[in-house]
């Protein structure tokens, strides 16, 4: 699977963003996916995670929950991650991710990885 992410960019605080991930190569739906970020001089940190084919099973990280929502389109191989009330903590460069198991994402163990898009916010 290929992925390549978009939609970063400059926003003020309280503002929103749409991040995608655009997937292809082999069977998108059969993959859970999810989202990560990596602040400058901090380690890569967990998102959003949601499940294969329905996407019925989302998870986020405390940090942005109630503020993001992760979904996907599978007739268009693509994720999104809806980015509201941006926070400048939230800036980063966000990765999307691929994997053969919901949990294997939700851990931060991804078997194929976007080149990251970078979102900064504001004050």
């Known amino acids: 699977v290929q992925l390549q992410a978009s939609g970063g960019g400059l926003v003020q605080a309280g503002g929103s963003l749409r991040l995608s991930c655009a997937g292809s190569?082999?069977?998108?739906?059969?993959?859970?996916m999810g989202w990560f970020r990596q602040a400058p001089g901090k380690e890569r940190e967990f998102v959003a995670a949601?499940?294969?084919?329905?996407?019925?099973?989302?998870y986020y990280a405390d940090s942005v929950k109630g503020r993001f929502s992760i979904s996907r389109d599978n007739a268009k191989n693509t994720e999104y991650l809806q980015m509201n009330s941006l926070k400048p903590e939230d800036t980063a460069v966000y990765y999307c991710?691929?994997?053969?198991?919901?949990?294997?994402?939700?851990?931060?163990?991804?078997?194929?990885w976007g080149q990251g898009t970078l979102v900064t916010v504001s004050s």
């Open positions: 949601i499940s294969w084919r329905s996407g019925e099973s989302t």
């Open positions: 190569g082999r069977t998108f739906v059969n993959y859970a």
């Open positions: 991710a691929a994997g053969t198991s919901y949990a294997s994402i939700v851990a931060g163990r991804g078997n194929y």
